[in-house]
Every structure is written in C-alpha cells, then in structure tokens.
C-alpha cells in the first residue's frame, strides 16, 4: 500500500526552509528518501530505521514517528540544487519492496 | 561506464511491435528491479531478481517480459502493448533484495506506444 506524501508540491526561495511529510497506514520497518531531478534518475537521499538509526545525507534532515508511522524530510536553508521531485519509500510487512508516494515537486528560486 | 545504465533512453514503439528495454548495473549489486513511472503517479515496482532469480512479480501483464541472464543485466521485452502503457521505464540495483537496503536508479527510457 502506497505511503501519502504531504504536500504535492512547494515553491520557495534561496534560503527558506520546507516540511516534507510521509504518511502510512501500515507499521513500518523503514522510510526511504530519494529526490530526482527533472530528466534524470531517482538517487537516494537516506535511510530511517524503526529503532531509530538514521543513515543518509549530510545537509537534509528527516525523522521518523513510529507511532503515527509518519517521516518528515527537513529542508533548511534550502538551495537552488534542491529543487526537484521527493519521493519517500517504505518497507512494511514480510516483504521487502519499497512502496513509493506519488511525490513532492519542490522548486527553490533564486 | 558507471553505476546503472539504461538503453534506449527514448523509445516509440507501435503496438504490434516487439522491443527490449536493457539495463546494465557497475555495482557489484545482486538484485535488480523494474519500475514504471506515470506522470503524477507513485513509482509502480514491476519485477525484482535477486541473484537471476526472479522474486517478485507484481502483476504485470504478460506482455511486459523480464530477463535476467545474470546479476549485471536485466532485460525487459516487450510485445503488443497499449497506448497506456507510456511511461518512463526505470531500472534499479541493490547490494541485496533485503531490507534496508539503498536502491541506485538508471536514468530510465522514456516508452511511447502509438
């Protein structure tokens, strides 16, 4: 069952921040983050794990609530090199394929 | 050449035609999988091959094909297919086809069907 990702797109400038978040009616194991760029391929952002481990990228943030099954990507003083598609993955049940939201547009102007 | 690669990255194709999609990894990785991506819609995983073997399909319709002829290629053969059936074609590989495990993505081919 696909995550819900909130909200469908956002538009900011240089230097402001945005709440990113990924929503699940299933008990999680993890949260995956990926962020693709117009035309090319999804790369991998980071990883949460239930328990807490976090595994990912130095300048954007995220967390994971294992009571509302709910992660929320961070970005702060966002960047023109943020600009692109998130798209949050999650792994629940006894199999181990990731179920991807229908992703957040982002768009950071100068 | 690195990471994951996807030939061709544009296709159209006509709907009694046969073509392949090819995707090659440079990671050492031992699963592999297909995803479709529609405008405005969730990343749809088609099939995964974990070490050539296939352990998912997620029913696709037989006229969507995959081949794994080892842990490095993967194929994806298709015939007869539908107007609907547009989309970008994405290919992915991972260490394992286990949890927790980060997915590294080729760049996709863009399929029209007339």
């Known amino acids: 069952q696909q995550p819900v990702q909130s909200p469908q797109a956002v538009i900011l400038r240089e230097g402001e921040d945005a709440v990113i978040n990924c929503s699940s009616s299933?008990?999680?194991?993890?949260v995956h983050w990926y962020r693709q760029k117009h035309g090319e391929a999804p790369v991998f952002l980071m990883i949460l794990l239930k328990g807490g481990e976090q595994k990912g990228h130095e300048k954007i943030s995220a967390s994971f609530n294992e009571k509302k099954q709910q992660s929320s990507l961070y970005l702060t003083a966002s960047q023109l090199s943020y600009s692109g598609t998130y798209f949050c993955?999650?792994?629940?049940?006894?199999?181990?394929?990731?179920?991807f939201g229908a992703g957040t547009t982002v768009t950071v102007r100068a | 050449e690195t990471g994951v690669t996807q030939t061709p990255r544009h296709l159209v194709m006509g709907m009694t035609n046969k073509k392949s999609l090819k995707c090659e990894q440079h990671l050492g990785h031992n699963a592999m999988y297909w995803y479709k991506q529609s405008a405005k819609k969730p990343l749809e995983l088609m099939f995964v091959y974990s070490l050539e073997e296939r352990v998912e399909n997620n029913s696709v319709p037989s006229r969507f094909s995959p081949e794994c002829p080892n842990s490095s290629h993967l194929f994806l053969h298709l015939h007869t297919l539908q107007p609907e059936d547009s989309a970008l074609y994405l290919c992915?590989?991972?260490?394992?086809?286990?949890?927790?495990?980060?997915?590294?993505f080729g760049p996709g081919t863009r399929l029209t069907v007339l």
């Open positions: 992915a590989s991972s260490p394992t086809s286990g949890r927790h495990n980060e997915q590294f």
């Open positions: 993955g999650t792994e629940w049940g006894n199999d181990y394929k990731l179920s």
């Open positions: 299933k008990a999680l194991y993890s």
